[in-house]
């Protein structure tokens, strides 16, 4: 079963690099079916990788000041649009700014490679969203600690009033935890229904139909990458605004 639920991607990966992959999970004690080690997200998230690599190899052979390409402009639109977001959410957001436009075309081309026949979209698999969540939970805390040191970023949790600190840390402790969850059911559960409504109207009819719910599709991606982005910057922003701002 699990050899035909497989992508032709994935297929290789389990063909040609199955020892590697399972030598590294029985090391940390992960529960796998050592003939198929390899998981579709996996996969996908290598493949995307190496894309983002090669598409960005490729775009600073090509960089221009007097004719920029395609490649560049688009780009270059996606640098600006990220550095006025940053501006407007995180106070100083500059420095912050790579962070936020590395994992707005990370999930976007994640989300968007399950348009391409034969691939799925990785961040329909929970554990992918999860990792992210993960990443931008401990990203904005240390940057908070760094930006402000232990003692004013543990004022934080206290709230504005000393006297309800012992009503406000719990509140805030559980708004904090929860975030990861939040990140992690929204982009994991608009990606999967969105995969799953194209993928039966692409069974079910012909051509215009298909091309709509496509296009649907499509927009729902680039959303998410940019919501998911957006949270993580008034996480940061929340994280290392000083008081008196």
């Known amino acids: 079963m699990q050899a035909e639920a497989e992508t032709w991607s994935t297929a290789l990966f389990n063909r040609f690099l199955a020892a590697p992959l399972d030598a590294f999970w029985n090391v ?3 529960a796998h079916d050592p003939a198929h080690p390899w998981e579709t997200w996996l996969t996908m998230e290598i493949l995307v990788v190496a894309i983002i690599l090669v598409l ?3 775009l600073r052979s090509r960089l221009s ?3 920029p390409g395609k490649l560049q402009l688009t780009f270059e639109a996606i640098y600006k649009f990220v550095m006025g977001q940053t501006d407007d959410a995180v106070e100083h957001g500059r420095k912050y ?3 936020f436009g590395a994992l707005f075309v990370f999930i976007l081309f994640m989300n968007l490679i399950g348009v391409v026949p034969g691939f799925e979209s990785p961040t329909q698999t929970a554990a992918v969203p999860l990792g992210l969540a993960v990443v931008v939970f401990f990203y904005y805390h240390w940057m908070g600690l760094r930006e402000q040191g232990v003692g004013k970023y543990l004022l934080h949790f206290v709230g504005p009033i000393p006297a309800l600190a012992i009503i406000m840390i719990p509140i805030e402790l559980i708004s904090h935890l929860a975030r990861p969850l939040s990140l992690t059911v929204r982009l994991f559960a608009n990606m999967f229904a969105g995969e799953k409504v194209t993928l039966t109207f692409l069974s079910l009819t012909f051509i215009v139909a298909p091309a709509v ?3 649907l599709h499509i927009f729902v991606a680039v959303l998410q990458a940019y919501i998911f982005m957006l949270l ?4 940061v922003g929340g994280a290392v605004a000083h008081e008196e701002h």
């Open 28 to 30: 940390i004690g992960v």
């Open 56 to 58: 960005f190899a490729i």
């Open 65 to 67: 000041v007097e004719t």
């Open 97 to 99: 700014a790579p962070f």
């Open 213 to 215: 719910f496509m296009g």
């Open 232 to 235: 993580a910057m008034i996480y």
